[in-house]
T-cell receptor, first 111, second 111 residues
Framework: KNEVEQSPQNLTAQEGEFITINCSYS?????LHWLQQHPGGGIVSLFM???GKKKHGRLIATINIQEKHSSLHITASHPRDSAVYICAVNFSGGGADGLTFGKGTHLIIQP | KAGVTQTPRYLIKTRGQQVTLSCSPI?????VSWYQQTPGQGLQFLFE???????NKGNFPGRFSGRQFSNSRSEMNVSTLELGDSALYLC??????????FGPGTRLTVL
């Protein structure tokens, strides 16, 4: 069964801390996405990656294809980073299949 | 460039009724995907359309259907509504196999 596992499910940290959220998947993928969802439901795509590492501002996403694992890092965390972070993958090689989602990591950054 | 829009934003229906939700993608995006989000199951893929053709479908009953028009706007329809269909329905658009841009969602409540 094609599965996506995220950890931790919940994370509370203090402002300024370095945050790491992990995602592992069961079989080969064509792409992995990191998404951010704020209360109210809106989803923002943070990264789409199939290899290596991407950086945008204080956010860094890495993927290890051999280990079937990805991490999302937040440096110098801020209360506005509080949100649910969701890992999602395209399992098929063609990329046309829909996304399979992890259950999300609920992040709270306290001032 | 305008983002993905979904209408209506909120909807209340009763069991047995049917509902049609609409999604207008970002201009130039030809792929539209639909997702259902519930507290119990999380985010799940419904179907994806590209150039008016359904390319892939998730594991949902036939009561869930969709279509895409020549201007890339998409609709999804749920017939014979059940209580369990209460959810946030999200659509996302992309150029083809690229980063997905999500709309704000339609929150459907079935009474």
């Amino acid at each position: 069964k094609n599965e996506v596992e995220q950890s931790p499910q919940n994370l509370t940290a203090q402002e300024g801390e370095f945050i790491t959220i992990n995602c592992s998947y069961s079989v080969g993928i064509s792409a992995l996405h990191w998404l951010q969802q704020h209360p109210g439901g809106g989803i923002v795509s943070l990264f789409m990656l199939s290899s290596g590492k991407k950086k945008h501002g204080r956010l860094i996403a890495t993927i290890n294809i051999q280990e079937k694992h990805s991490s999302l890092h937040i440096t110098a965390s801020h209360p506005r980073d509080s949100a649910v972070y969701i890992c999602a993958v395209n399992f098929s090689g063609g990329g046309a299949d829909g996304l399979t989602f992890g259950k999300g990591t609920h992040l709270i950054i306290q001032p | 460039k305008a983002g993905v829009t979904q209408t209506p934003r909120y909807l209340i229906k009763t069991r047995g009724q049917q509902v049609t939700l609409s999604c207008s993608p970002i201009s130039g995006h030809r792929s539209v995907s639909w997702y259902q989000q519930t507290p119990g199951q999380g985010l799940q893929f419904l179907f994806e359309y590209f150039s008016e053709t359904q390319r892939n479908k998730g594991n949902f009953p036939g009561r869930f259907s969709g279509r895409q028009f020549s201007n890339s706007r998409s609709e999804m329809n749920v017939s014979t509504l059940e209580l369990g269909d209460s959810a946030l329905y999200l659509c996302a658009s992309s150029i083809q196999y690229n980063e997905q841009f999500f709309g704000p969602g339609t929150r459907l409540t079935v009474l």
